[in-house]
């Protein structure tokens, strides 16, 4: 029974002798985020169905960059519109990724000793929901949150004197729209020095700070309602962490 006691009380010191943070406005949230990105370029069916048939060994990507990860960087700025059980934002995202690897011959796709890359652009238009409420009104230093929206990817692929590439009147550049969901979890740097975050909030105007990892699914819209003359498959499942400041 004294245990139990002593249990009860140490929760109670945990909880209630917590940093308590400034409560002064909060309107957005800037994110800064890193993460490894693998298109699915050789999963097309045409290209699938290639291998399948013996004619073709490997994909152009495998080819050209030898399945390598795209390391990508994202900026991300979410605008909180409601603020009670939990905050809804809408947010804006950029990314900018790439990858080098060689050439292939148009002749029959074997490697040359050019450098090539491929480049990507993600630009996203996302809703937002951070399940805040443990965070807010118990000092629980976990936030959970979900993200979804719309994804347009511009990419670019160059050739060895740094030219967009062209193969079989095909140019080396376009845009894929696609969907994307992500769900993630935050923990609150507040915690580990609540007098500095304290200081943020009165100097800088940052409330909390967090870092955070997030899964993401980025996938193509199948139906292609939008005109795409020039696509490739860029979509991915993918880890990123990164830190991101509320203010």
């Known amino acids: 029974m004294s245990r139990a006691l002593a249990a009860v009380f140490a929760a109670s010191v945990f909880v209630f002798s917590a940093p308590a943070w ?3 406005p909060i309107s957005g949230v800037i994110e800064l985020k890193l993460g490894g990105y693998f298109p699915q370029v050789d999963a097309e069916t045409g290209i699938r169905n290639a291998i399948a048939s013996g004619s073709a060994s490997k994909g152009p990507y ?4 030898a399945d390598k990860h795209i390391l990508l960087f ?3 700025y979410d605008h909180e519109f ?4 939990g ?5 804006l995202s950029v990314g900018y990724g790439e990858v080098y690897g060689k050439g292939l011959f148009d002749s029959d796709s074997t490697s040359s000793s050019d450098t090539t890359s491929l480049k990507v652009w993600p630009l996203k238009l996302l809703a937002v929901y ?11 230093p976990l936030v959970p949150f979900i993200k979804g929206g719309l994804v347009y990817e511009l990419w670019r692929i160059s050739n060895g ?3 967009t590439a062209s193969s079989n009147g095909r140019t080396g550049e376009g845009g894929n729209w696609g969907w994307e969901g992500d769900v993630g979890l935050a923990f609150v740097l507040d915690w580990l020095d609540a007098d500095l975050a304290n200081d943020m909030d009165m100097d800088l105007g940052i409330n909390h700070s967090y870092f955070f990892a997030e899964w993401s699914d ?3 819209i199948r139906s292609n309602p939008f005109s795409q003359p020039n696509r490739i498959r860029l979509n991915d499942k993918f880890f990123d962490f990164g830190l991101a400041f509320e203010f």
């Open 218 to 220: 980025m996938s193509p």
């Open 82 to 85: 409601f603020q009670a059980f």
């Open 161 to 163: 004197a740094g030219e």
């Open 87 to 91: 905050s809804l934002s809408a947010a």
């Open 130 to 140: 951070r399940f805040d409420v443990l965070s807010r009104r118990w000092h629980v």
């Open 62 to 65: 495998a080819s050209a960059f």
């Open 22 to 24: 400034a409560d002064t």
């Open 74 to 76: 994202q900026l991300e």
